[in-house]
T-cell receptor
Framework: DQQVKQNSPSLSVQEGRISILNCDYT??????FLWYKKYPAEGPTFLIS?????DKNEDGRFTVFLNKSAKHLSLHIVPSQPGDSAVYFC??????????FGAGTRLFVKA | DTGVSQNPRHKITKRGQNVTFRCDPI?????LYWYRQTLGQGPEFLTY????????KSRLLSDRFSAERPKGSFSTLEIQRTEQGDSAMYLC?????????????????FGDGTRLSIL
């Protein structure tokens, strides 16, 4: 039962353009959503999060949007840089307990 | 370096052997989590501790798996009688949950994992 889904296994973007990574969830009890970035041979690194009481959170080049009615969130990276090339995981939790991760989207940013 | 530390980074063993991994969380963090990640998948929750108490275990955690956090600091994950299906990356994460706050959501900080290969 995949409660968090990332339907795009990979995404390729030109340097300087916008990267949009998408995530869908099924559990309406989720109240906290996160994005993690992962480089090869390293653990996931926390990127940005959003509480269910908000619909947008911004941190520098990274913005997360939450659409609760559609059970959808997205991560926007503007402008994209080659160093952003990594696997991005969407994750969600309910009540501050265990976190459920999506399968990840591999982002390639071409110079 | 005050991040989450996991040892060993790699473990290769024969099927049927027991293995033990160690995780040292960020020192002030009271929650510690174990995840398993296989190729092409995201981390799958195994179990977590609040201080020394193990509060939840996934159904993925069969009776061959046991985790401890005896003094509320470092944790160990042991797999007995390993099987080939146990081959995976085992990730540890920690977070600080402040009691008394209405919203206790805090991001988890991950170690670099222990890669287990069963021959």
């Amino acid at each position: 039962d995949q409660q968090v889904k990332q339907n795009s296994p990979s995404l390729s973007v030109q340097e300087g353009r916008i990267s949009i990574l998408n995530c869908d969830y099924t559990n309406s009890m989720f109240d906290y959503f996160l994005w993690y970035k992962k480089y090869p041979a390293e653990g996931p690194t926390f990127l940005i999060s959003i509480s269910s009481i908000k619909d947008k959170n911004e941190d520098g080049r990274f913005t997360v949007f939450l659409n609760k009615s559609a059970k959808h969130l997205s991560l926007h990276i503007v402008p994209s840089q080659p160093g952003d090339s990594a696997v991005y995981f969407c994750a969600a939790s309910a009540g501050g307990f265990k976190t459920i991760f999506g399968a990840g989207t591999r982002l390639f940013v071409k110079a | 370096d005050t991040g989450v530390s996991q040892n060993p980074r790699h473990k290769i063993t024969k099927r049927g052997q027991n293995v033990t991994f160690r995780c040292d969380p960020i020192s002030e963090h009271n929650r510690l989590y174990w995840y398993r990640q296989t190729l092409g998948q995201g981390p799958e929750f195994l179990t977590y501790f609040q201080n020394e108490a193990q509060l939840e275990k996934s159904r993925l955690l069969s009776d061959r798996f046991s985790a401890e956090r005896p003094k509320g600091s470092f944790s160990t994950l042991e797999i007995q009688r390993t099987e080939q299906g146990d081959s995976a990356m085992y990730l540890c994460a920690s977070s600080l949950v402040r009691t008394g706050e209405v919203l206790s959501n805090q991001p988890q900080h991950f170690g670099d994992g222990t890669r287990l290969s069963i021959l």
